[in-house]
T-cell receptor, first 113, second 111 residues
Framework: KAGVTQTPRYLIKTRGQQVTLSCSPISGHRSVSWYQQTPGQGLQFLFEYFSETQRNKGNFPGRFSGRQFSNSRSEMNVSTLELGDSALYLC????????????FGPGTRLTVT | GENVEQHPSTLSVQEGDSAVIKCTYSDSASNYFPWYKQELGKGPQLIIDIRSNVGEKKDQRIAVTLNKTAKHFSLHITETQPEDSAVYFCAASTGGFKTIFGAGTRLFVKA
């Protein structure tokens, strides 16, 4: 079974720009969660999508948003980028809502200059 | 808020030795405890997990132990190999987004 895929793997953006990241979960998995990973804050939960609806949200500003499509693929968008948004953005796939096992993709490394 | 403390932050062992990483959690409702291995340039990989109704679980060279009373759980890697070098994360969960991750342990295995 193919794992979680994320595109692009690397991005360099300028402050004020916006960015869209994409995630394809494991086949058959219907829940997608997004995490931000930084050296200082570790792994922080952004949001979870299931059946095309955002089910849970972490403590991030409204500049961070996402969506899920009918095939369970998900995108996250960050608008008005700030230097502090530089991070590794990880997508995690799981069978269903509130499932225990989460499987992470390779991440998208976002650098904001 | 709920948190997971992980120790040590860095661990260096000689190839063939054992490595132990310890975590403590605060949320007594946590009932699922996964461990992830993250290699450079990759996402965290689920390597082993344990549920609250089990005290110990083993998979080849890795084992996890859980002490619910003390809210401690540990990862044990025996006969370490250079390819075990990575960052290891513990987590405590009640399911889905209610997963709190430890800060990570950077393991170096010296050949």
């Amino acid at each position: 079974k193919a794992g979680v895929t994320q595109t692009p793997r690397y991005l360099i953006k300028t402050r004020g720009q916006q960015v869209t990241l994409s995630c394809s979960p494991i086949s058959g998995h219907r829940s997608v969660s997004w995490y931000q990973q930084t050296p200082g804050q570790g792994l922080q939960f952004l949001f979870e999508y299931f059946s095309e609806t955002q089910r849970n949200k972490g403590n991030f500003p409204g500049r961070f948003s996402g969506r899920q499509f009918s095939n369970s693929r998900s995108e996250m968008n960050v608008s008005t980028l700030e230097l502090g948004d530089s991070a590794l953005y990880l997508c995690a796939s799981s069978l269903g809502l509130a499932a225990y096992e989460q499987y992470f993709g390779p991440g998208t490394r976002l650098t904001v200059t | 808020g709920e948190n997971v403390e992980q120790h040590p932050s860095t661990l260096s062992v000689q190839e063939g030795d054992s490595a132990v990483i310890k975590c403590t959690y605060s949320d007594s409702a946590s009932n699922y405890f996964p461990w992830y291995k993250q290699e450079l340039g990759k996402g965290p990989q689920l390597i082993i997990d344990i549920r609250s109704n089990v005290g110990e679980k083993k998979d080849q060279r890795i084992a996890v132990t859980l002490n619910k009373t003390a809210k401690h759980f540990s990862l044990h890697i025996t006969e370490t190999q250079p390819e075990d070098s990575a960052v290891y994360f513990c987590a405590a969960s009640t399911g889905g987004f209610k997963t709190i991750f430890g800060a990570g342990t950077r393991l170096f295995v010296k050949a």
